[in-house]
């Protein structure tokens, strides 16, 4: 259910806050929950609304969105953006960008919300899946995490699509309808319009089901993140011994490269890049120029590269 009390509870109301508003009716049902905080509270609420400049519709609805924070009294920055696909598609780019200018403007201690549902979760858990995830990305969507200086939280998470639409019917709400949400040429609004409402037929609240999984998961990960750390904390750092990784076996080494990567704020790459490390690495005699590099088109966070020197595989920026 959608109250004050769900975002109230996970945002801090003596700071800035951001909203990343599209105009669509996620971001459009927590733009009007802010907007009555900000008037129970006197909280310093902003919105965020980036064109992508991806439809001809996009001036329509930045106007709209102008037109909707004006009447809720909350101060509009629009950023205009193009978007080009750099080989992980739109949807990617057109995240990545989203990302790099909510970094941008936020400040030390910034909040900026998020719209993001428990239907989003599962969407997010079945692109990872389909792309071969590792356990890590079975995780879904974190409710809070850092972003630049400041903090990104999504405080629907626990909320159902179905929840959000219902509470703009019942006050009456306007929200952008956007049209290629309804072209499967996208692989999320494929899910979305094909695969999942066949599941929902057979297993009634199947999102829900997704997303109690992801729970489980997160639950185990974070046990087994402190048993690694607890055996092998020598061994994960931005310089690894070499000598003393080929003494684990595969699956170990693939689990001290991802802990190591992670440590250092780098993507953790695929399985197949994994591999690559090992037989340059492991299973090779690795000398000066020996390098493996990656990056993410489906995260923001920044890409890496492995190198050798003095008997230790270094972790580093790329």
């Not at 001036?59 to 809720?72: A, G, H, N, P």
């Not at 879904?140 to 159902?160: T, Y």
């Not at 072209?183 to 999942?196: K, M, Q, T």
């Not at 684990?248 to 704020?265: E, F």
């Amino acid at each position: 259910m959608l109250t004050k009390d769900l975002i109230t509870k996970n945002i801090d109301i003596s700071k800035n806050i951001f909203i990343a508003y599209s105009g669509g009716s996620d971001s459009t049902a927590l733009i009007h929950l802010l907007s009555s905080i900000k008037v129970d509270k006197n909280t310093k609420v902003k919105a965020i609304h980036i064109n992508h400049n991806l439809s001809k519709n996009s001036l329509l609805w930045e106007i709209q969105c102008r037109e909707q924070c004006s009447k809720l009294g909350i101060d509009l920055i629009v950023e205009s953006v193009e978007i080009k696909s750099d080989g992980g598609g739109l949807e990617a780019a057109s995240r990545k960008a989203r990302y790099k200018i909510f970094e941008r403007l936020l400040d030390k201690d910034d909040q900026i919300l998020l719209g993001h549902h428990s239907d989003d979760v599962t969407e997010t858990l079945f692109m990872r899946l389909l792309r071969g995830t590792g356990p890590d990305g079975m995780e879904g969507p974190k409710l809070k995490r850092s972003l630049g200086q400041g903090v990104l939280v999504r405080p629907f998470l626990g909320v159902s699509k179905k929840e959000i639409l219902d509470y703009l019917k019942k006050h009456n709400i306007d929200y952008i309808q956007d049209d290629s949400n309804l072209s499967n040429d996208f692989d999320r609004n494929y899910l979305r319009n094909e695969i999942f409402p066949m599941l929902e037929k057979k297993w009634n609240n199947f999102p829900n089901r997704v997303s109690n999984f992801s729970k489980i998961i997160k639950d185990r990960n974070d046990n087994y993140s402190y048993l690694m750390h607890e055996k092998y904390d020598d061994l994960i750092s931005n310089s690894i011994n070499l000598k003393k990784l080929r003494e684990l076996s595969d699956p170990l080494i693939s689990d001290v490269l991802r802990y190591s990567i992670k440590k250092c704020n780098i993507a953790v790459p695929n399985s197949k890049i994994i591999e690559e490390i090992i037989k340059t690495f492991v299973y090779s005699s690795p000398g000066p120029k020996s390098k493996v590099e990656w990056s993410r088109s489906d995260k923001e966070e920044v890409s890496g590269q492995i190198t050798y020197s003095n008997g230790h595989i270094l972790i580093s920026k790329r």
